[in-house]
């Protein structure tokens, strides 16, 4: 089982940054796949930027330049770094992480931390 705790969302005005961090409760080594998620109400979740145990990283076209995925293996954390931030970026964002074995794989979900861009 992983839990993840997202934390960092908050109010900030267009053009400003916010950077997400997410803990996991296991060692990150051990995670195969790392992601943010964000819903919008009245949306579905879509993909905002992933990274993979070998560091490799996807964003969403919506976020390319402006947002980055990395993560610290000594505290177990995952961010992502936003800039630019418009009223377009306003939702809750999920960490997301998924264990995957030869027998299984499973994915975990945090509880969100609420962004909102807005002057």
């Known amino acids: 089982q992983v839990q993840l705790v997202e934390s960092g969302g908050g109010l900030v005005q267009p053009g400003g940054s916010l950077r997400l961090s997410c803990v996991a409760s296991v060692s990150i080594f051990s995670i195969n796949a790392m992601g943010w998620y964000r819903q919008a109400p009245g949306k579905q979740r879509e993909l905002v930027a992933a990274?993979?145990?070998?560091?490799?990283?996807n964003y969403a076209d919506s976020v390319k330049g402006r947002f980055t995925i990395s993560t610290d293996n000594a505290k177990n954390t995952l961010y992502l770094q936003m800039n630019n931030l418009t009223p377009e970026d306003t939702a809750v964002y999920y960490c997301?992480?998924?264990?995957?074995?030869?027998?299984?794989?499973?994915?975990?979900w945090g509880r969100g931390t609420q962004v909102t861009v807005s002057s």
């Open positions: 990274i993979t145990s070998a560091g490799d990283t």
């Open positions: 997301n992480a998924t264990v995957a074995r030869s027998s299984f794989k499973n994915t975990y």
